[in-house]
């Protein structure tokens, strides 16, 4: 494999903080790389060095003669459409090329049908919302036949069909070994998915780890076993991030190299995430039998139906989850729950001892607080807190969320998106709600403070509603989630690996003109979902994919009990298992993407 890029000792400083310190790198033919690391600790900057968009203090970068670089930031995508917006997303996107030419491409059509469809191409880019704007955008760079792609949070304002299909592309053209990948996600399933290295930045240097986000965090925790690390909070957080990617998808721990029985100690010891049954009475003593109650509720905007008749019971201690593609309705949905928005028909009934904590898609502090400090605004609570059984005080909480005691004489309009967040976050508990609505709370977070969150939540008695594209943090905080399509939340029995057939299942129903999904039932936490009539033979295609898939699982699942039953002496025997794992992982890639094309044609 060929070398791309290099970076050789290079250096980054600001008047009140070093970001890169002698760092020397390279990207190679075939690398997949993501980025992790906490907020402003320098990932944006080093892949701006990387595509020479910056100049560091010290040190030099060098490019293979000849190669072509595709780099989107995430502040790129505003100037693009500002200096765009006279145009239309077909001059975007083609430019002088003719509709044979572009047409005829099969990478233009596989990123245009994935990412832009169904935006009309001949809108003009002045009229796209956020959301529209970064999806042409980032298929402006995919179809280009670039050597090395620099991505920097390219999942954002993707719902999650959009995500699974850039992971699903991006693997596929690095399949062949020619070019490479850097990213910086927040999405932890799309790292796992994607990417075979991991770079952390931390304290000005660039750590590699081989493997995505789950090998990472495995490795990261034997790295500071060894090291007899004793910062105690960290590595409570490193375990139970261990435990619940071992038990929620065990065939993803085989890629690290290092002692397996170290591992499985560490797994057997680590108690559930969250005690549900403890957390539930206390949300019952907090809250009484009635939350939240729709009734044949009906909303519409602009003429469209966004909400259907549609009847929720939400108890005391839920923990749901609700999923959907851009434009559903979730926030909608949220805002009805609420009592923030009346309905058109039906009724919302809302118990009298609920009390609201909602996050929001957008931080907007009130007049009176611009201008303030962190810990001028934070002083006007309660100095203790209950969460769950725990006392926390505000100090704790402000450590726990990520300030440090030089961040609180920070002015919040010198706060970036991602602190911005993270005070939303506490300055939301600090109410002390018993009922917490969470709308795309991953929005600008770092990896390590959405593991902080997660483990945060755990303790948290309360009722729980949350609107995420974040796979992995939905299905690791919620305990049911929901599809909301066509203004109808539908269950997901197997949480978001349902999500793509519900979805097929739903536009089988619309162009037959058949029944659709079976509803969410009143206060149940299971549904079925089904089409009448006969069935199209891709359903039979796509029953025999899940039937390979399920016996797939299950001989992971049996071999990963051997490799967990394996001593120490056995090692050699635990290294073939591994690989016989990592072999039907593999293999169920294969079918999941064949499952995948043929759902969606």
């Given at each position: 494999?060929?070398?791309l ?6 250096s ?6 070093t970001?890169?310190?002698?760092v ?31 100049e ?5 970068v ?24 006279a145009t239309?997303?077909r ?14 491409d ?43 792609l ?14 699974v299909?850039?992971?699903r592309h ?9 070019g ?18 991991t ?10 780890f081989?493997?995505?986000y ?9 790295r500071?076993r060894i090291a007899?690390v004793?910062?105690?909070k ?12 071992r ?20 797994i057997s ?29 009906s909303?519409?905007?602009e ?16 923990r ?31 118990g009298q001892?609920v009390?609201?904590?909602?996050l929001?898609?957008?931080?907007e ?10 810990f ?5 609570y309660?100095?203790?807190?209950s ?18 005691s ?27 709600p ?33 609107v ?8 690791r ?7 909301l ?19 097929s ?11 659709k ?27 025999n ?15 990963n ?5 394996i ?12 690989q ?17 094309e043929?759902?969606?044609?």
């Open positions: 494999m060929g070398h890029v290099g970076a050789e000792k290079i980054l400083a600001y008047p009140t903080r970001l890169l310190t002698d020397t790198i390279g990207i190679s033919d075939g690398d997949a790389i993501g980025v992790v690391g906490r907020n402003g600790h320098g990932k944006s900057s080093l892949m701006r060095i990387l595509a020479r968009d910056l560091p203090d010290n040190g030099k060098t490019y293979r003669s000849g190669l072509r670089v595709g780099y989107i930031s995430q502040s790129d995508v505003p100037t693009m459409v500002e200096s765009k917006a239309t997303v001059d975007w996107l083609f430019g002088d090329r003719t509709e044979y030419d572009y047409a005829s099969p990478l233009v059509r596989e990123v245009v049908g994935g990412l832009v469809e169904p935006i009309p191409l001949d809108i003009s880019v002045a009229d796209l919302s956020g959301g529209e704007s970064r999806r042409v955008a980032l298929a402006a760079v995919l179809i280009q036949d670039y050597d090395l620099l991505l920097d949070e390219p999942t954002n304002h993707l719902d999650i069909g959009a995500i299909f850039l992971a991006l693997r596929s053209r690095l399949g062949s070994g020619n490479a990948l850097m990213v910086i996600t927040h999405d932890r399933w799309f790292l796992d998915e994607v990417c075979t290295n770079w952390e930045i931390h304290d000005g240097m660039v750590e590699p081989e493997g995505g789950a090998a990472y965090v495995l490795a990261k925790y034997e500071d007899s004793v910062e105690t960290r590595m409570n957080l490193a375990r139970k991030e261990l435990a619940w990617l038990r929620g998808a065990p065939a993803r721990t085989a890629k690290p190299k290092f002692r397996i029985d170290a591992a499985n100690e560490i010891k680590e108690p559930p995430i969250r005690d549900s049954v403890e957390l539930r009475a206390l949300a019952n003593r907090r809250l009484g039998r009635d939350v939240i109650e729709l009734r044949n509720v909303y519409s905007y003429g469209l139906d966004v909400i259907r008749s549609e009847s929720i019971a939400v108890g005391p201690g839920d749901v989850g609700i999923l959907g593609v851009n434009g559903a309705g979730k926030s909608t949905m949220l805002a009805l729950m609420t009592g923030r928005l009346a309905p058109d028909s039906g009724s919302v009934m809302i001892t009390k609201f904590g909602s929001t898609q957008t931080f502090f009130e007049e009176s607080l611009k201008g303030k400090r962190i001028e605004v934070v002083e006007k309660r100095r203790s807190f969460i769950g059984k725990e006392d926390v005080s505000v100090a704790n909480l402000l450590e726990r969320l990520g300030f440090s030089d961040e609180l004489a920070t002015h919040l309009i010198d706060l970036s998106g991602g602190q911005l967040r993270r005070l939303q976050i506490l300055m939301t508990l600090m109410e002390e018993n009922v917490l609505i969470l709308d795309e709370p991953t929005n600008d977070m770092d990896v390590d403070m959405l593991t902080a969150i997660e483990d945060l939540l755990d303790s948290w008695a309360g009722t729980l509603i949350m995420s594209h974040d796979r992995y943090m939905i299905e905080v919620t305990d049911n989630q929901y599809l399509i066509d203004g109808k939340l539908h269950h997901l029995p197997r949480g978001v690996d349902s999500y793509f057939e519900a979805l299942v739903a536009a089988e129903a619309k162009l037959g003109g058949r029944s999904l079976a509803p969410m039932q009143q206060g149940s936490s299971t549904t079925s979902a089904g089409v009448q009539g006969p069935k199209r033979s891709r359903n039979k295609e796509l029953n994919i899940e039937r390979k898939l399920g016996r797939i699982d299950e001989k992971i699942a049996k071999l009990d051997e490799i967990s039953a001593t120490y002496e056995e090692y050699q025997r635990a290294i073939e298992l591994g016989q794992v990592k072999s039907l992982v593999a293999e169920k890639a294969v079918l999941e993407d064949e499952w995948l043929i759902s969606l044609e």
